[in-house]
């Protein structure tokens, strides 16, 4: 599993530690971009406690999608046959990942853990952020040509193939288009995605990463996309798992 942090002081051991309780099984790497809250040492702290913890210390602030790049080349090189991907704020939860697990039959590229499929929601948003969601899921599915409904969700599981079929230098996505990105070539690579609900939970702890800058690279990482590409995913085969 990858959790990427930064300024997760009051989180990132709440859900590592969850982590470890429901799927004691999965080891942990926490991605850490030089946090000045020190949730770098606290991650340091719980790797030095529990073996199945590692931490990946990176020298500033380079985005969600630099850090995630670095954490799956960091298990690719370790021969990990799976991945997860995890927020590090608490909006995830643990409990819910045997579910994504699960859903990974064979032939499955990508589990989604979707907040917009029957069955998912979200807690405490306000109106604005869920109409932004919404519509910014549309956008994307509307203009890659895909029938995901939750195209910006971070709560994944990966195959390794799955990964090696990507070419994670040429991602050039920084924010939360990364996801966005990193689905179109799952897709394009003719990757079968299942998306399972889930319950989304807004942070207790800490300020949401979310800003301006990162909502206009994904409109218009998108919108290039869709004008210099052929639509990606008609071919894809997508389903909704059970939860």
Same mark, same amino acid.
């Given at each position: 599993?990858?959790?990427?942090?930064?300024?997760?002081?009051?989180?990132?051991?709440?859900? #590592?530690?969850?982590?470890?309780?429901?799927?004691?099984? *999965?080891?942990?790497?926490?991605?850490?971009?030089?946090?000045? !809250?020190?949730?770098?040492?606290?991650?340091? @702290?719980?790797?030095?406690?529990?073996?199945?913890?590692?931490?990946?210390?990176?020298?500033?602030?380079?985005? %969600?999608? *630099? +850090?995630?790049? @670095?954490?799956?080349?960091?298990?690719? /090189?370790?021969?990990?046959?799976?991945?997860?991907?995890?927020?590090?704020?608490?909006?995830? =939860?643990?409990?819910?990942?045997?579910?994504? %697990?699960? /859903? %990974?039959?064979?032939?499955?590229?990508?589990? %989604?853990?979707?907040?917009?499929?029957?069955?998912?929601?979200?807690? !405490?948003?306000?109106?604005?952020?869920?109409?932004?969601?919404?519509?910014?899921?549309?956008?994307?599915?509307? /203009?890659?040509?895909?029938? *995901?409904?939750?195209?910006?969700?971070?709560?994944? *599981?990966?195959?390794?193939?799955?990964?090696?079929?990507? !070419?994670?230098?040429?991602?050039? =996505?920084?924010?939360?288009?990364?996801?966005? !990105?990193?689905?179109?070539?799952?897709?394009? +690579?003719?990757?079968?995605?299942?998306? #399972?609900?889930?319950?989304?939970?807004?942070?207790?702890?800490?300020?949401?990463?979310? =800003?301006?800058?990162?909502? +206009?690279?994904?409109?218009?990482?998108?919108?290039?996309? &869709?004008?210099? &590409?052929?639509?990606?995913?008609?071919?894809?085969?997508?389903?909704?798992?059970?939860?």
């Amino acid at each position: 599993m990858v959790i990427p942090t930064y300024d997760e002081a009051g989180n990132v051991e709440r859900v #590592v530690d969850e982590v470890r309780r429901c799927t004691p099984e *999965v080891d942990v790497l926490i991605v850490d971009d030089a946090s000045p !809250d020190g949730t770098g040492a606290i991650a340091d @702290a719980m790797a030095t406690r529990d073996p199945h913890i590692r931490v990946l210390h990176r020298a500033s602030k380079q985005g %969600l999608g *630099v +850090a995630y790049g @670095a954490g799956f080349r960091w298990g690719l /090189a370790r021969d990990y046959e799976l991945f997860v991907q995890m927020d590090g704020d608490g909006s995830h =939860s643990p409990r819910q990942l045997p579910a994504l %697990l699960q /859903a %990974l039959t064979p032939g499955t590229a990508l589990v %989604l853990g979707s907040r917009w499929v029957a069955g998912g929601t979200v807690v !405490d948003w306000p109106p604005h952020r869920e109409l932004l969601s919404r519509g910014g899921n549309r956008y994307a599915r509307l /203009a890659l040509g895909t029938h *995901v409904r939750d195209c910006t969700g971070g709560y994944r *599981v990966y195959r390794r193939g799955t990964l090696e079929h990507i !070419d994670l230098d040429a991602v050039r =996505s920084q924010g939360y288009c990364f996801q966005v !990105d990193m689905l179109r070539r799952t897709l394009a +690579a003719g990757g079968d995605v299942v998306e #399972v609900p889930i319950t989304f939970v807004e942070r207790q702890h800490g300020e949401s990463k979310m =800003s301006l800058s990162i909502v +206009a690279e994904a409109l218009w990482r998108v919108t290039w996309w &869709r004008l210099h &590409r052929r639509p990606v995913g008609r071919t894809a085969r997508t389903r909704v798992g059970g939860a």
